[in-house]
C-alpha cells in the first residue's frame, strides 16, 4: 500500500501545535542544532514511536522543507483529514463560541493559514472551508502560515456551500463579509452564533452562497484605503463581532 505524500509543518509554533494535537501522524523530524532546546521533547516522542528524527544544517532542512522560511524545525506529518460539514447536525465546535469563519472560495493558502490564526488566536473553535474549486485547501504553506492556528481548530468542508449555510439556519446566523452594502458590526446581533462568510480575494462572496446569508457585515474605511486583505478583515471581524 502506497503511503500517501506527507504534509511539511515548519517553525516551532507549528511543529509544537502538532505533537499537541497528532502526535500519531508525524513519521519524521528535523531539526538544525540552532533547535536542539526546542526540539528535545518532540525528539523522545518520536524515540517512544520509534520514528525517524535528525539534526542538520540548515541547508539540508530547506530541502527537506522545501522553502528557506523553516524556522530551523521541520515535522513531515500524515495528511489531516477534512470531513464533510453536516449542516443538520452541525458538530459541537460549531457555535460553542460566538464566531466560525466559512471561507468561500480564497484560493490563497497564506490567506487560509493567516485566517485560521487569527481565528485561534480569539477562541474559535473550527473553520469551514468552501467545494469552490478555487479554495485553497490544508497544505505546507496554510500550516506554515497558520503558526500552529490550524492545528487548534476542527476544520470542515462543505461541498455545497449556500445548502449548508441554509442548513445551518436558524441555530447559527449566517453572516457576509462584503465590501460595501452591509451593516457595521455593532448592529450584528449579539444573541446567537455567527458563521462568518469571507469571500474570495478578486470577487468576494458568490452570489449563491450572499443569498444564503441572513445578513451582510462592512468594515466601513475611514481613511483613505478603501479595502483590507481578506486574511485582515477576517481578524478584524472576528475580533469585532467575537467580543462582548
Known sequence: MTQPELDRHCGPAAVAALFAHRPQDVMRLFHTPERRREAGPHCAVMARQRRPYREVTAADLARVAGTQHHGG????????????????????????????????????????????????????RALVLSGDPRQAGLSDAAFRTSEGGLEALEVFRAEDLPRALRGLAPRILTVAAVAHGGVPPAQIPRDTPIALVLGNEEDGV????????????????????????????????????GGP
Do not use: K, Q, W
Open 73 to 124: 524545525l521541520v515535522a513531515l506529518a500524515l495528511p489531516r483529514p477534512v470531513p464533510a460539514l453536516d449542516a443538520r447536525n452541525p458538530p459541537a465546535a460549531i457555535g460553542a463560541v460566538r464566531v466560525t469563519p466559512v471561507l468561500d472560495g480564497i484560493g490563497n493558502p497564506h490567506n487560509l493559514g493567516a485566517i485560521a490564526r487569527s481565528a485561534a488566536f480569539f477562541g474559535c
Open 206 to 241: 458568490t452570489p449563491a452562497t450572499l443569498g444564503a446569508c441572513a445578513m451582510r457585515v462592512t468594515l466601513p474605511p475611514v481613511g483613505p484605503v478603501e479595502s483590507l486583505n481578506v486574511s485582515v478583515a477576517a481578524a478584524v471581524l472576528i475580533h469585532a463581532l
